[in-house]
């Protein structure tokens, strides 16, 4: 047994480390955080010091055992979980879940998994930070007061199912406040004046007139003006210019240049960057910083100097601009520069050679620029052309790295520009005057999100990625298409001494992956906003963050903070829950010309819906869903009157009724209990009996059968996930090394035999008499299976080793009847035990 115990947060990490430390280390995982609140209660007392109950929940029960195990035969225990607030609040958990005791315990803490790093850490133990331990405790538990207390008034209030959260309601806000932004937009029309010049030897460049002109009859005449013409440079300005490098990835600044140029999510960058982390590749990946540690600074020197030679070379430091950085000290980098890439999947090869370009593009010189301005008169008019051009004299950081920008931020790049002296003529090749319309805001992406929920100080680098993945979980934002909508706009050219006219179309308002809110989210949104302004403010959650960074320093008391805040906000709830008017949206459209009865559209069980008549009516209200495109906020009376033309009865095909109607995925054609979905942007309305027919019989040829294996049809279809095939009730993927239309009896053959195997092989164990089996399922986890009840064990389990004995007792324990009477005992001795560790923390302090 090793004399040391480290145990840190991930079984990645623990492999890594593990190959720095000798024999007498034995390195495990707690998996993440081992103790946490209850699920199905408050869990904290908010009639005495907020005291949190913290349980360990079942599926770490073994992990628990496992290190109490290991920690009792061990002389020293290390705590090296993560160096931020959580990683502190873990190491906390492990010291009272395991009864640690201090003279037998360390904690340590490190930004880089390599070993000089592991080594350093353990030279310089240290105590657990109660101040972090604290900070994170206020965060937790003032998310569950609101989460908790909210959640049950949106299911009274507006629908069931629903919940609330405080950073979430906030990001939710601001998606919700852009849409109605650009609802309201009115745009507003203009005439941009481009234009296009040649010098004599016929090099061409571009050029435009720095002022719009607001209306048609302005453009016209000013491009009457230059008829008959004559142009020359009126002045030329060239002057140096530097451009110097950004700073190195910051947790947020790295999700946005990831959105930007890799086209990942804010998730998805996260992952792959615990990955590297884990594997010894980057620093820690949630950070505030942009500083370089000095050993980081010279080892990004000497590669620079091997790479690409000395006067490519600057070290610098920088200073950031986010208030109250967290913990971790160092910016996003890799822990060796001399490693331009690694060996790792594609993805994380793409983000380690982001973050290693950014990380050595800030030790780099600046780039050297010459900017031309060319001013560009007639001899017609008054008014001046302007150019501007830009040179690269020396590339400097940009030999490496250029920063991406938002839609928003995005100017028109400057290009090169001919050899030019002023009073040089110049030919026009033509002058064009384009209508132009005033955008509205853009739609929220991703990365905007985040840079500007950083803007506000409103969250910090461990929330981010879990904001944005909450509020899509549950349904409040969608990453949706627009489709937009098409509007005229006119071109006036002036070439060759002539004005022509041209009538084009562009389309407005499309946006694909952008964050779109839901009706769902809406509705929430405006009842949270109007009964609990003060918890949605964007000043009110800013101050929380600063709470919180004033804890972590210890200079505030959490249980104070939690105190202050509870005695407004839980009278607020309790007035809200007992007064406030049920919120579902609605809004009166007009009157059913028929009946006379209100025509409204609202927020109804199974999503936004349009109503005539009320539910106090004698008769029953008649009730149609709202298609995919439209909105409560914008559908109009027209529109909403259409939808109750639906459901459509359009004939009989085969003895069975044919019917067009709208679905809460779409429209689509019904066929007894076959259903069709429409081609998108098909309007439902249109659809008469042959266009029925049509997609009727299509759907008929794509379900027939293709071939016939052991006695059962095979037939091929395209779902969510790509192309399938479906062979006795199962479902087979069918890879892109087959050509799907068309697939030879052969390729048929095969993948069906692949797919049984592959079910063959995923069985551990197969104990027929008795109706159990064991299957390996995602993640290297495995599921115990009987009937209908499928029970997951956690990846500490090996399920080879499992008897049938001691699979009846898993099954008879969790797949039976809860007892609650067994689970209160535990519940009060983990109180008691977290009150000590107060006490405990306390004193510390």
Known sequence: ??????????????????????????????????????????????????????????????????????????????????????????????????????????????????????????????????????????????????????????????????????????????????????????????????AEFSTEDGKSFKAKLPKNFETREEAEAF???????????????????????????TTSTLQQEAARKLYFSVSKTMTMAQRLYEAGHITYMRTDSVNLSDDAKKGANAEILKAYGEKYAKTRNFKGKTKGAQEAHEAIRPTSFENHTVNADRDQQRLYELIWKRAIASQMSEAQLERTNVKIEADKHDKQFTANGEVIKFDGFLKVYLEGHDEEETEEQSGMLPALKENQKLLSKYISATERFTRPPYRYTEASLVKKLEELGIGRPSTYAPTISTIQNRNYIEKGSVEGTERDYIQFILSKDKISEKKLTETVGSDKGKLVPTAVGMVVNDFLVNHFANILDYNFTAKVEQNFDDIAKGNEEWTKMMKDFYKTFHPQVEDVAKNAEREVGERILGEDPETGKPVSVRLGKFGPMVQIGSVEDEEKPKFASLSPDQTLDSITYEEAMDLFQLPKHLGEYKGEDVEVNNGRFGPYVRFGKKYVSLAKGEDPLSVDFDRALELIKEKEKADAPIYEYDGMPVQKGVGRFGPYLKWNG???????????????????????????????????????????????????????????????????????????????????????????????????????????????????K
Do not use: C
């Open 1 to 194: 047994m090793a004399k040391n115990l480290v145990i840190v947060e991930s079984p990645a990490k623990a492999k890594t480390i593990e190959k720095f430390l000798g024999k007498d280390y034995k390195v495990a995982s707690s998996f993440g955080h081992i103790a946490d609140l209850p699920t199905k209660e408050l869990g904290v007392d908010t009639e005495g010091d907020f005291t949190p109950k913290y349980i360990v929940s079942k599926d770490k029960k073994d992990v628990v055992k496992k290190l109490k195990s290991l920690a009792k035969n061990a002389e020293m225990v290390w705590l090296a979980s993560d160096e931020d607030r959580e990683g502190e609040a873990i190491a906390w958990h492990l010291a009272e879940e395991l009864n640690l005791k201090d003279e037998k315990t360390k904690r340590i803490v490190f930004h880089e998994i390599t070993k000089s790093a592991i080594l350093k850490a353990i030279e310089n133990p240290r105590n657990i930070n109660y101040n972090l331990v604290n900070a994170q405790q206020a965060r937790r538990v003032l998310d569950r007061l609101v989460g908790y207390e909210l959640s049950p008034v949106l299911w009274r209030k507006v629908k069931g199912g629903l919940s609330a959260g405080r950073v979430q309601s906030v990001a939710v806000r601001l998606i919700v406040e852009r849409e109605r932004e650009i609802q309201d937009f009115t745009p507003e029309g203009s005439f941009r004046i481009d």
């Open 730 to 844: 199962m479902f087979i993927n069918v890879n892109k090394k087959y050509d799907f239309d068309n697939l030879s009896d052969n390729d048929i053959e095969t993948l069906i035999e692949d797919k049984i195997q592959k079910e063959k092989d995923k069985v551990i164990h197969n104990w027929e008499d008795e109706g159990i089996r064991v299957e390996k399922a995602r993640w290297g986890r495995s599921n115990i299976i009987k009937g209908k009840t499928k029970i997951e064990l956690p990846k500490t389990v090996d399920a080879t080793k499992l008897t049938l004995e001691e699979v009846k007792d898993i099954l008879e324990k969790k797949g039976g009847k809860k007892k609650t009477a067994k689970k209160k005992a535990p519940a009060k001795k983990t109180a008691a035990k977290k009150t000590s560790a107060k006490k405990k923390t306390t004193k510390k």
């Open 223 to 249: 491009l009457k003006e230059n008829l008959g013409a004559n142009f020359k440079v009126a002045e030329l300005t060239t002057k140096p210019a530097k451009k110097s490098p950004a700073p190195p990835f």
